[in-house]
């Protein structure tokens, strides 16, 4: 079961968007997620907002989603245009789900085409999909970079068979190098995302993922611990005791090594659970959440962010689709982001990137405590004075042992 809606205000039916979305807006990126609702089989740990066709019923169609996708595009481009924003090609472009190749890879292109259709593509644009690695093939890979795909990243999960057994990941880790493959031979990028802490996972098991992924030689690798939701099939299995969950001690000796590894390979971090070998290998889209830009979100159940005003859509593909039939929005909610919300989102969020938080946007009383964050080491002493070269003006940049207790920071520093 995925998680329920934010409570928030009504959307307006036709979506519109208030004047003060346009302070600031031409500083701000703009890009776009899309959200494939769709998987041939639910893992036990899921919780997002993803269905099988069991699970579907009548009413909700993958062969008609892309049309229904399109018609949001449609309507965004509108609604931004009718609230005076200015014009600004999506500079990213992120396919998510769900399992997105699920859906044919044309499918996959329109939508795309959709997106450059109504708000346009930057030149240098980002646009990646996420994929199982039995969910493509040499040709429907081909297909997506010529319509338009820049990147990929395969939920690997692991490379261990009883671990993805537990996860309940339906495909065969002797795949890897060959999607992998596949997808370089097309001329896109590839990340892996890995997930680490299952329960019955050893750290002998976890070396083994990481290093299956870095002999493909990728570009990055997102490595997340495992989370187990309330309300997913894993979380009963937890609670009942057929699964024991590992403690904190594992799982930090689980980041460690991942770090140590990836690192000696040539990827940095840049963001707590995301490393990268350049820069350039970063995932834009990605960092753009982080950095608190605009970005429309099309799906069921997707959330979009424009100048302060977040609002997410109807959850179940059904209703999603006899909103835009109707001619109306699908957003089911929205909030306005008040200055404490927003200036503690921006501790969150910023505190994770390597880069750092500069210090100058923390509050006088939360400036005070950064020196205790340094002699606990859990904030690079540098960084705060200013001293490390890489960044300008003095910033919050988390040590390793900070990026284990990243939460305890944010405590720390939030009003």
Not at 274 to 296: I, V
Request: net charge negative; proline share 6%.
């Amino acid at each position: 079961m995925s998680p329920a809606l934010p409570e928030g205000d009504a959307a307006p039916a036709d979506g519109a968007l208030p004047p003060s979305v346009r302070a600031g807006a031409g500083r701000r990126g703009f890009g776009v997620y899309l959200h494939v609702p769709f998987c041939t089989v639910r893992c036990g740990y899921c919780d997002f907002n993803t269905y099988t066709a069991t699970e579907l019923g009548g009413g909700a169609s993958q062969v008609a989603y892309a049309d229904t996708a399109l018609a949001e595009i449609t309507l965004g481009a509108r609604v931004m245009r009718d609230a005076g924003l200015p014009e600004r090609p999506a500079s990213t472009v992120f396919v998510g789900g769900g399992t997105p190749t699920v859906l044919p890879a044309g499918d996959l292109v329109r939508m795309l085409d959709g997106v450059r259709g109504a708000w346009g593509l930057a030149d240098d644009a980002e646009v990646t999909t996420e994929a199982n690695p039995d969910s493509v093939t040499p040709e429907s890979l081909a297909e997506l970079r010529r319509g338009g795909f820049t990147r990929v990243s395969f939920g690997m999960q692991s490379a261990v068979p009883h671990v993805l057994a537990t996860l309940e990941r339906t495909h065969d880790p002797r795949r890897i190098p060959d999607v992998v493959r596949w997808a370089r031979d097309a001329g896109l990028a590839v990340s892996l995302d890995l997930i680490y802490g299952t329960p019955g996972e050893s750290l002998a098991d976890w070396r083994t993922s990481l290093e299956t992924a870095l002999a493909t030689g990728v570009d990055h690798v997102s490595a997340y611990a495992l989370v187990v939701e309330r309300g997913t099939k894993m979380a009963v299995q937890v609670r009942r005791g057929d699964l024991a969950l590992p403690d904190e001690d594992d799982q930090a000796a689980k980041y460690e090594l991942a770090d140590d590894l990836l690192t000696a390979a040539g990827l940095t971090w840049y963001e707590v659970s995301n490393w990268a070998r350049t820069p350039a290998d970063a995932c834009r889209h990605n960092l753009a959440y982080w950095r608190n830009d605009d970005w429309w979100g099309v799906g069921p159940g997707a959330h979009s962010h424009v100048g302060g005003v977040r609002w997410w859509n109807v959850k179940h593909p059904r209703a999603y689709a006899a909103r835009l039939a109707a001619g109306e929005s699908p957003a089911a909610g929205r909030e306005t982001v008040e200055d404490a919300s927003a200036r503690l989102e921006r501790v969150m969020l910023g505190v994770r990137l390597h880069e750092g938080l500069p210090v100058d946007a923390l509050s006088p009383a939360a400036r005070s405590r950064v020196a205790g964050l340094v002699a606990d080491g859990l904030v690079d002493g540098r960084a705060a004075l200013g001293a490390a070269g890489d960044a300008p003006g003095r910033r919050v940049r988390l040590t390793r042992r900070g990026r284990l207790l990243a939460d305890a920071v944010v405590r720390t520093l939030a009003d």
